[in-house]
Nanobody
Framework: VQLQASGGGLVQAGGSLRLSCAAS????????MGWFRQAPGKEREFVAAINWSGGSTYYTDSVKGRFTMSRDNAKNTVYLQMNTLKPEDTAIYYC???????????????????????WGQGTQVTVSS
């Protein structure tokens, strides 16, 4: 399984970016996907997740109303639209695949990085004030 994240960059506070994560090597439409981020000196944290069908999405509180996660199963790609970016959003963003096909979408499970078995290489997002 390979995950290729892209779309990061440098943006001013209040700006927008759209991250993409293209997947290969697995039946993409059978697996939920997640986005995590890691800032310098901090632990990796959950940002957003989407279930295998795209019918359910989940967000950490700090990004609710600003970030939107979606997926296009025909393109084997998930997206993270990030609006109204803040300097505290600065981090490396990683996409990852659920370790279970048709996995349950309980929030406590899907926000746990141990529930994901393949990770992309990360894309840097820097928000200047």
């Amino acid at each position: 399984v390979q995950l290729q994240a892209s779309g990061g960059g440098l943006v001013q506070a209040g700006g927008s970016l759209r991250l993409s994560c293209a997947a290969s090597g697995r039946t993409f439409s059978s697996y939920g996907m997640g986005w995590f981020r890691q800032a310098p000196g901090k632990e990796r944290e959950f940002v957003a997740a989407i279930n295998w069908s795209g019918g359910s999405t989940y967000y950490t509180d700090s990004v609710k109303g600003r970030f939107t996660m979606s997926r296009d199963n025909a393109k084997n790609t998930v997206y993270l639209q990030m609006n109204t970016l803040k300097p505290e959003d600065t981090a490396i963003y990683y996409c990852a695949t659920d370790r279970l096909s048709y996995g349950s979408s309980g929030y406590q499970r899907i926000r746990n990085p141990r529930e994901y078995d393949y990770w992309g290489q990360g894309t840097q997002v820097t928000v200047s004030s």
